[in-house]
């Protein structure tokens, strides 16, 4: 699987291509992550974002194992849907309800989910997580489910606030499963208990696309004070613009963070399953960070 030599041609017909399957991808930072890892540790794979219709996911997932693909990562919409095409399941896929990495091998698809790990490491990166650290997390989705994983792996006290209590409820309960403490639904139309939950909360996180076109969360969420860190799962796409939630935060005197460390730390740890080697993790953060400012410029 090693790349040819400097100055050859590249990609040839032996290198095999990763795939991330979206709807939609185009904009994906993953392929600039992955193939600057790939160029570090010469590696002959190439990574391509590959726009996939939710009807057309069961044919692009065979056609992708029948045509030698070395592997691949799944995004909205189809996490859940693509652990239903998976001959077997890592526990954590299992935990989490959803796959976001698949790798095709002589015992058929297998189907992980790395969002839990990246989120952790990078939680621990960013904020030094302590057990019993208060974690609020917005949102009942893909992401949150990853969310409330690694507040178990870091054995956080939890709260979940939903539109719909139910679902938020079973957010919790997954991560009580996971090790979290004190696992807990909010409803996002209670305000006066939401407004507590927040102001409790050590790190108070944005796991919805709120924020992503210039939406604002529920007020709480923009009301953070010193001391609180602001948690935002969506990372900078155009011009490095950040998000209401960052604002507020930066304006209030909190501090905040991004979702590109995610974002790095998922994808390390698919990289790893695909090739078997440690990423380059630094590698990796400077080429998002350089695509992100050229963006902007």
Same mark, same amino acid.
């Given at each position: 699987m090693?790349r040819?030599?400097?100055?050859?041609?590249?990609?040839?017909a032996?290198?095999?291509?990763?795939?991330?399957?979206g709807?939609p991808?185009?904009?994906?930072?993953?392929?600039?992550?992955?193939?600057?890892?790939?160029?570090?540790?010469?590696i002959?794979?190439?990574?391509l974002?590959l726009?996939c219709?939710?009807e057309?996911? +069961?044919?692009?997932?065979?056609? &992708? $194992?029948?045509? %030698?693909? !070395?592997? #691949?990562? =799944?995004?909205?919409?189809h996490?859940?849907?693509?652990?239903?095409?998976?001959?077997r399941?890592?526990?954590?896929?299992?935990?989490i309800?959803?796959v976001?990495?698949?790798?095709?091998?002589?015992?058929?698809l297998?189907g992980d989910?790395t969002?839990?790990?990246?989120?952790?490491?990078?939680?621990q990166?960013?904020?030094?997580?302590?057990? +019993?650290?208060?974690?609020?997390? &917005? $949102?009942?989705? %893909?992401a !949150?489910? #990853?969310? =409330?994983?690694?507040?178990?792996r870091?054995?956080?006290?939890?709260?979940?606030?939903g539109?719909?209590?139910?679902?938020?409820?079973?957010?919790a309960?997954?991560?009580?499963r996971?090790?979290?403490?004190?696992?807990?639904?909010v409803d996002v139309?209670d305000?006066?208990?939401l407004?507590?939950?927040?102001?409790s909360?050590?790190?108070?996180?944005?796991?919805?696309?709120?924020? &992503?076109?210039?939406?604002?969360?529920?007020? #709480?969420?923009?009301?953070?004070h010193?001391?609180?860190?602001?948690?935002d799962?969506?990372?900078?796409?155009?011009?490095g613009?950040?998000?209401?939630?960052?604002?507020?935060a930066a304006d209030r005197?909190?501090?905040?963070?991004?979702?590109l460390?995610?974002?790095?730390?998922?994808?390390?740890?698919?990289?790893?399953?695909?090739?078997g080697?440690?990423?380059?993790?630094?590698?990796m953060?400077?080429?998002a960070?350089?695509?992100?400012?050229?963006?902007?410029?």
């Amino acid at each position: 699987m090693s790349r040819p030599v400097d100055g050859a041609p590249w990609p040839t017909a032996s290198t095999r291509p990763v795939v991330l399957l979206g709807w939609p991808v185009a904009h994906s930072l993953s392929p600039v992550i992955h193939n600057a890892a790939f160029r570090e540790q010469g590696i002959d794979l190439v990574y391509l974002a590959l726009p996939c219709p939710p009807e057309d996911l +069961g044919q692009v997932v065979h056609g &992708l $194992g029948a045509t %030698g693909a !070395a592997g #691949a990562n =799944v995004t909205v919409p189809h996490k859940q849907a693509t652990a239903e095409l998976c001959d077997r399941l890592t526990d954590e896929a299992t935990l989490i309800g959803a796959v976001n990495t698949l790798t095709w091998g002589p015992d058929g698809l297998l189907g992980d989910n790395t969002d839990a790990v990246g989120l952790a490491d990078a939680l621990q990166a960013d904020v030094v997580v302590a057990p +019993g650290d208060h974690l609020v997390v &917005l $949102g009942t989705g %893909g992401a !949150a489910r #990853a969310a =409330v994983v690694a507040a178990g792996r870091l054995q956080c006290r939890l709260s979940v606030v939903g539109r719909r209590v139910d679902a938020a409820s079973a957010l919790a309960e997954l991560g009580g499963r996971a090790g979290a403490r004190s696992p807990a639904a909010v409803d996002v139309a209670d305000h006066a208990t939401l407004e507590g939950v927040v102001a409790s909360g050590r790190i108070v996180m944005n796991a919805t696309p709120l924020g &992503l076109h210039g939406e604002e969360l529920p007020a #709480a969420f923009h009301a953070l004070h010193p001391g609180q860190v602001a948690y935002d799962l969506l990372y900078p796409r155009v011009g490095g613009v950040e998000t209401p939630f960052l604002r507020a935060a930066a304006d209030r005197g909190a501090d905040g963070f991004h979702g590109l460390g995610m974002l790095v730390g998922q994808a390390a740890a698919s990289y790893h399953r695909w090739t078997g080697r440690s990423a380059p993790v630094g590698v990796m953060s400077a080429a998002a960070l350089a695509a992100i400012a050229h963006r902007e410029a």
